[in-house]
């Protein structure tokens, strides 16, 4: 059984740039939701895919956008990227919307300048 | 408004002693509740979790207690073992509503030799 994987595990951009981060989902997982964390904080959720769209969405502004493909895998892109977004971006999946519990990957540790 | 709060930033216990987690969350439609795992550079790792129908669960060496009325939860590590030390996380959803986990602040346990 395959994890969580994503990719890239580190990444530096300056602010202003855009950004795709990309997560394949555990084998038999259908539902992506992805999270950010900051330093000192716990996980906060960004939004989750379902069938290739989204399902759900947290308090984050529009440049906040994503994607699930066919075979469940998902990207998070960040356009004109701020300090602030500089955190650790992790991707759960699960078997359904509301299936639990959702499998981490060792997120995308995004760093700007 | 932190709906999930973990008030202890850190916790330290001495090996074979039990090491006790604890978790608040003022959202009473919460109704499932599961604890996470995190080593450094990892992602977070799926421990237990408990529904709100019951008042606990076992594995292993791992207990979730769910105190409904008090909006309380704890997790209880007997014996504590070195390599249980990372970071805790509380986190809660409701499965009737928004998809979406939200998860406190954690908690870094430490088990002394």
């Known amino acids: 059984e395959t994890g969580v994987t994503q990719s890239p595990t580190h990444l530096i951009k300056t602010r202003g740039q855009q950004v795709t981060l990309r997560c394949s989902s555990q084998?038999?997982?259908?539902?992506v939701s992805w999270y950010q964390q900051a330093l000192g904080q716990g996980p906060q959720f960004i939004f989750q895919y379902y069938r290739e769209e989204e399902n759900g969405r947290g308090n984050f502004p529009p440049r906040f956008s994503g994607l699930q493909f066919p075979n469940y895998s998902s990207e998070l892109n960040v356009n004109a990227l701020e300090l602030d977004d500089s955190a650790l971006y992790l991707c759960a999946s699960s078997l359904g919307p509301r299936g639990q519990p959702q499998h981490f990957g060792d997120g995308t540790r995004l760093s700007i300048l | 408004d932190q709906q999930v709060k973990q008030n202890s930033p850190s916790l330290s216990v001495q090996e074979g002693r039990i090491s006790i987690l604890n978790c608040d969350y003022t959202?009473?439609?919460?109704?499932?509740f599961l604890w996470y795992k995190k080593y450094p550079a990892e992602g977070p790792t799926f421990l237990i979790s408990?529904?709100?129908?019951?008042d606990k669960n076992e594995d292993g060496r791992f207990t979730v207690f769910l105190n409904k009325s008090a909006k309380h939860l704890s997790l209880h590590i007997v014996p504590s073992q070195p390599g249980d030390s990372a970071v805790y996380f509380c986190a809660a959803i409701s499965q009737g509503g928004s998809e979406k986990l939200v998860f406190g602040k954690g908690t870094k346990l430490t088990v002394n030799p």
């Open positions: 959202n009473s439609m919460f109704d499932y």
């Open positions: 408990i529904s709100s129908i019951k």
């Open positions: 084998s038999g997982h259908n539902t």
